[in-house]
Nanobody
Framework: QVQLVESGGGLVQAGGSLRLSCAAS????????MAWFRQAPGKEREFVAG????????DYSDSVKGRFTISRDNAKNTVYLQMTSLKPEDTAVYYC???????????????????WGKGTLVTVSS
């Protein structure tokens, strides 16, 4: 059974940093691209960052570009999201997602992901 488990969320002051992790079990992530999405209260889920299967290509939403960094360690079957210069508007539940087989290029749409974690809450206080 495929499972994605996020960790690392919590409460942080504006300007602070957090590192989220997404550990996978039940499959090897190396063949798939991965992404982070987030959903703030009362808002739709939105794309945050994505990474190619090899880790050589990344993509970010404009709202986090320059502040967040996505990375992966295929040997550990884990994907990370380093978040710096956090703002109150970054407050959300952050979800890790796995790309569908064969979907290796193009924008990271939620419809292109087939497995999701349950999310980890990030709260940024002002």
């Amino acid at each position: 059974q495929v499972q994605l488990v996020e960790s690392g969320g919590g409460l942080v002051q504006a300007g602070g940093s957090l590192r989220l992790s997404c550990a996978a079990s039940g499959l090897t992530l190396i063949a798939y691209r991965m992404a982070w999405f987030r959903q703030a209260p009362g808002k739709e889920r939105e794309f945050v960052a994505g990474i190619s299967w090899s880790g050589t290509s990344t993509d970010y939403s404009d709202s986090v570009k320059g502040r967040f960094t996505i990375s992966r360690d295929n040997a550990k079957n884990t994907v990370y999201l380093q978040m710096t210069s956090l703002k109150p508007e970054d407050t959300a539940v952050y979800y890790c997602a796995k790309g569908r087989p064969g979907v290796l290029t193009g924008p990271f749409f939620a419809s292109g992901m087939d497995y999701w974690g349950k999310g980890t809450l990030v709260t940024v206080s002002s």
